[in-house]
């Protein structure tokens, strides 16, 4: 069983045991079961736990589905595509291949957080549900999401006392008491300790959250002290907060206050600026959005420690931070009570940060650190996608379109071109002003879209491109145009006009700066050109200099281009075994970058060396795995009909060589397997042994 994307609290878990045990009944009897109650009572915590118990006895997979970042409900079925590991730039509905991959499979799929979406999740529950027999859902929402065959339970607070036997402390005594140990190592619970805990929890109702920020005070105060304050203030609170709502949502969020009134005023301030991160940050970005007015750069640093010494914020592995969802909301509530030009002020610095680290990621993107730039995109996307949401409500198109282009790493080489064109078509329709940042959103619409093989848009978006900068191009933007438009005509089957295009323009080899990837690209298409023009020897020459200066640059996704185009000359001039090592050179160069276009196209070369080197039974899996890829991918071999002849020709060599029904079930086998398989299957390939 695989487990994708499981949160660390699943693993923090302290109590409920008869919960769960009854939990995993109800799981196993209905096919959608959502956990509901107030906010902080642990829902998120108990869903992962069921999930990791329950989940190698229900399903093959389980992916647990974070929603909290997610604004957009259009984005909702992207986002799924994105925490299955879906691999899908067609123009097809992401909710509709969401449900035609879990068709057949047997999967627990956890989406946690529904609030916010309710209407759309249960809409896409719904949809998921009636096609796929073996899927299995649990959601957690602060309301139950009101569709047929929902099954609901409702998460308690955590008991002071043990049920039956109340000499014993409950779980929220003994959470209480794990989260002092840490608050105040040493700390243990004696009697006198115990009897302020449980009357420590009794005020907070049981709630987990409330609790663990009341325990987070003991750096500051004793416990004794902690009980005769809190007891107090949180009847203070809760008396100025009125009497509506439910008891236990009054009581958190006067925990909540009561922790925001013991802060200091900059760590309240910054707990409100911080609100507007979706998916975490970093200490530069903490400071980029945090400072301003009272709080200076200087300062931000130390209001941040205090903030995570007070629970309020959570450090996270590879130092980053973030924080719970209700303490977000409180911030951000906090926020906007501080007035418009404030929460406008922290969007525009959380905008202009992240279009700042998009502008060095794009510039740093052709060099040594291009993985480290992968991780890092990849890491803040949830937070790019607020950045263009925040760009398109303030139809800011200039902004807007500065983004998507310096972000044609996310959505290209990244494989998330299916937003990526959304976002960048809606960008480019703010502002029609000929400039530097239009030109970008064409940029990155364009490559978004070639990636999905639509070579009507980037040959029309190329040619925009070109007017725009008449008449006097620089000599990069004449190399971006010629990338776009090359590349077009390539896969329409047009190589002279192609080859045409490609040799006019200029050799930027060595050049630095806005679209420096344009000539490696190009590059790569020049020997493709040759390749499906016969010229073998020619794209063996090309690629060769493609190799040494992505070798000078320290660069790796544009090298695998080589190596791809590479491995297609040498299967042209007879050479299998070389083409099959340049063929898995580039499927372990892609699959690192989530280059699923990258991959397939490799996956079919490999498949041919292999029909001719004999071990057919193989190449015939790998069309099949190739295959399924492509039905994600949009067209197959991206539309270009001299691949998709080579690649038929593949099929009927293999058919050849083993026969029609040997070559059925090698092809269905390698088509049923999912996209990590089939990868790590290709990668198990050596050349000139049949493994079967």
């Known amino acids: 069983m695989t487990v994708e994307n499981l949160p660390v609290e699943a693993t923090q878990f302290i109590g409920r045991e008869a919960e769960l045990a009854y939990l995993e009944q109800e799981l196993s009897d209905h096919r959608l079961l959502t956990l509901t109650g107030v906010g902080g009572v642990g829902k998120t915590r108990l869903a992962a736990r069921l999930a990791l118990r329950t989940g190698p006895r229900l399903a093959d997979a389980v992916c647990f589905v974070p929603l909290s970042p997610l604004r957009d409900p259009t984005l909702l079925g992207n986002v799924l595509l994105e925490e299955l590991r879906l691999a899908d730039n067609s123009n097809e509905d992401a909710t509709d291949v969401v449900a035609q991959w879990l068709a057949d499979k047997r999967v627990l799929l ?30 957690t929402s602060r309301q139950p999401l009101g569709i047929e065959d929902e099954h609901r339970f409702t998460v308690a607070p955590l008991p002071v006392t043990a049920e039956g036997d109340a000499g014993r402390p409950g779980d929220a005594v003994a959470l209480f008491a794990d989260r002092a140990a840490l608050a105040a190592p040493g700390f243990r619970l004696g009697p006198a300790e115990r009897d302020v805990a449980e009357a420590v929890c009794r005020h907070l109702d049981g709630i987990p959250l409330a609790i663990e920020l ?32 439910p008891p236990r949502h009054r009581t958190l969020r006067a925990t909540i206050g009561w922790s925001h009134e013991l802060c200091t005023p900059l760590e309240r301030l910054l707990w409100a600026r911080l609100s507007v991160f979706t998916g975490g940050f970093d200490p530069a970005g903490a400071r980029a959005v945090g400072r301003g007015g009272p709080l200076r750069e200087t300062e ?58 998009a502008r060095r990621a794009d510039a740093g993107w052709m060099g040594r650190e291009q993985e480290q730039w992968y991780e890092r995109l990849v890491t803040d996307h949830p937070n790019f996608r607020t950045a263009l949401d925040f760009c398109l409500e303030t139809r800011e198109g200039p902004a807007a379109q500065q983004l998507c282009g310096h972000l044609w790493i996310l959505w290209f080489p990244c494989g998330f071109a299916r937003e990526g064109r959304r976002y960048a078509e809606a960008a480019l329709a703010l502002s029609e002003r000929p400039g530097p940042e239009y030109l970008l959103g064409l940029w990155g619409c364009a490559t978004a879209a070639l990636s999905q093989g639509d070579t009507e848009t980037g040959l029309k978006l190329a040619g925009r491109f070109r007017d725009l900068t008449q008449p006097d191009p620089s000599p990069a933007q004449v190399m971006a145009v010629a990338y776009l438009e090359s590349t077009s005509l390539c896969l329409m089957g047009r190589l002279r006009e192609a080859a045409d295009v490609i040799d006019a323009a200029p050799d ?15 590059t790569a298409g020049r020997a493709l050109v040759h390749v499906l023009s016969g010229e073998f020897t020619e794209a063996a020459v090309v690629a060769r200099r493609l190799e040494e200066e992505c070798g000078r640059r320290g660069e790796r996704w544009s090298h695998t281009w080589a190596s791809w185009a590479a491995a297609l000359a040498a299967n042209g001039q007879g050479r299998p075994d070389e083409a099959a090592r340049q063929a898995l050179a580039t499927i372990a160069g892609k699959s690192r970058f989530r280059d699923r276009v990258g991959v397939a196209l490799a996956v079919d070369a490999l498949a041919s060396s292999l029909s001719t080197l004999g071990t ?35 099929e009927r060599r293999i058919r050849e060589s083993v026969g029609d029904s040997a070559y059925e079930a090698q092809y269905a086998a390698g088509l049923g397997m999912e996209t990590a398989d089939g990868i790590a299957y290709s990668l198990a390939t050596e050349a000139g042994v049949d493994t079967g």
Not at 121 to 134: S, T, Y
Not at 219 to 244: C, K, M, N, V
Not at 616 to 644: D, F, K, N
């Open 300 to 357: 931000v640093s130390g209001a941040l420690e205090g903030l995570v010494a007070k629970s309020l914020v959570r450090r996270r592995p590879g130092g980053r931070y973030d924080m719970l969802d209700t303490v977000r909301e409180f911030g951000a509530s906090w926020l906007e009570q501080l007035g418009p030009e404030e929460a406008t002020g922290a969007r525009r610095r959380h905008r202009d940060f992240h279009l700042e680290l």
């Open 508 to 522: 930027l080899r060595g050049y630095t700066g806005p679209y420096d990837s344009a000539w490696c690209l190009t």
């Open 616 to 650: 057919s039974h193989r190449a015939a899996r790998l069309l099949g795995i190739g295959q399924r890829m492509w039905e994600g991918l949009g067209r197959p071999q991206l539309g270009s009909p001299e691949l998709v002849a080579t690649r038929n020709s593949t």
């Open 110 to 139: 956890v989406l946690d957080t529904c609030e916010h979406l309710l209407a759309d999740c249960g809409r896409l529950i719904r949809k998921l549900l009636d096609v796929a027999p073996g899927l299995r859902v649990l959601a």
């Open 214 to 245: 009341a325990a987070a005070r003991l750096t500051e105060l004793p416990l004794e002290r902690l009980g005769s304050l809190l007891g107090d203030r949180l009847d203070a609170l809760t008396a100025a907060e009125g009497h509506t709502g």
